[in-house]
């Protein structure tokens, strides 16, 4: 198991960018493949973006390329989404979690930090 709490949420206007950052316990991080989801009332949670355990390959979901990059530093045991040209449908909980491997579910979530995008 490992223990997620994500930080930098908070209000900003359209088109501006936040980072958003995930702290992770234990020693295994780096044995984990990560991602970053988000949810808001009335929708289902959605997929961001993920990155495989060493960093070199990422996934995003096509409401956020070409704005997004999820990015992870093993040796801090942190994970990043850096936003960028944001839009109020941005507005959301966003989450982190880890799973083991690429087929696995994802198993460890953190409590979610909030990201509101004002027009």
């Known amino acids: 198991q490992v223990q997620l709490v994500e930080s930098g949420g908070g209000l900003v206007q359209a088109g501006g960018s936040l980072r958003l950052a995930c702290a992770a316990s234990g020693r295994t991080f780096s044995t984990y493949d990560l991602g970053w989801f988000r949810q808001t009332p009335g929708k289902e949670r959605e997929f961001v973006a993920a990155i495989s355990r060493s960093g070199g390959v990422t996934y995003y979901g096509d409401s956020v390329k070409a704005r997004f990059t999820i990015s992870r530093e093993n040796a801090k045991n942190m994970l990043y989404l850096q936003m960028n040209s944001l839009k109020p449908e941005d507005t959301g909980v966003y989450y982190c979690?880890?799973?083991?491997?690429?087929?696995?579910?994802?198993?460890?979530w953190g409590q979610g930090t909030q990201v509101t995008v004002s027009s």
């Open positions: 979690a880890a799973r083991r491997g690429a087929t696995a579910p994802y198993d460890n």
